[in-house]
């Protein structure tokens, strides 16, 4: 059983490119999360995916965009990269009951560097 | 939401049980109370969640008072293995939104 695979691994861009991560979610999962992990800090939430809409958003702004595809498979897009959104990114899938999420597990992230 | 404090950092021997407090003074009733790992480079690991009294599972056991307002996880009989950042989150599983904090960095030493 597949965990929660990120893709790519490492990525390079440059200042103003645009760059899209991708998720697939842990079998059996429907909820996706993004997080934004600058070094030596604790994730950061961006946003949630569940049943293909934005479900919550955290503190990021319009330039953070994503999207949730039927299998539940998911991306980030960011425009207008800035240096300062050099980060790992991470995302976290869990399941939705309809009463609460199960435990969330992260896949190994995507190392963005912006030169 | 619900702000968590815990030690930046600690240092232990292997073989010795390893206690982690996180303060979380404004816990909500709908909260709970889930720890996290990470070791560098890797998405945060799963290790415990609770709501009140003492749960424990395989790996680790946490404790909770009963005005909730801190917990306590326990790593019994740490190994090299165990060095990592340790994180306390609390929150509504309902929304499933978690916050992370600063975390505490465990180094375990021989």
């Known amino acids: 059983d597949a965990g929660v695979t990120q893709s790519p691994t490492h990525l390079i861009k440059t200042r103003g490119q645009q760059v899209t991560l991708r998720c697939s979610p842990k079998s059996g999962h429907d909820t996706v999360s993004w997080y934004q992990q600058a070094l030596g800090q604790g994730p950061q939430f961006i946003f949630q995916y569940y049943e293909e809409e934005e479900r919550q958003r955290g503190n990021f702004p319009d330039r953070f965009s994503g999207h949730q595809f039927p299998n539940y498979s998911s991306e980030l897009n960011v425009n207008a990269l800035l240096l300062g959104d050099s980060a790992l990114y991470l995302c976290a899938s869990s399941f939705f009951s309809g009463k609460q999420n199960t435990e969330a597990f992260f896949g190994q992230g995507t190392r963005l560097t912006v030169v | 939401l619900a702000k968590t404090t815990q030690p930046i950092s600690m240092d232990s021997y292997e073989g010795q049980e390893v206690n982690i407090t996180c303060s979380h003074n404004?816990?909500?009733?709908?909260?709970?109370i889930t720890w996290y790992q990470q070791f560098p480079s890797q998405g945060p690991r799963f290790i415990i969640q609770?709501?009140?009294t003492k749960v424990t599972n395989e790996v680790a056991s946490l404790f909770i008072p009963a005005d909730r307002k801190s917990s306590t996880l326990s790593l019994p009989r740490v190994s090299l293995s165990d060095t990592a950042v340790y994180y306390c989150l609390v929150g509504d599983p309902v929304k499933g939104k978690l916050i992370f904090g600063q975390g505490t960095t465990l180094q375990v030493k021989p």
């Open positions: 404004n816990i909500a009733t709908n909260d709970y």
């Open positions: 609770g709501y009140k």
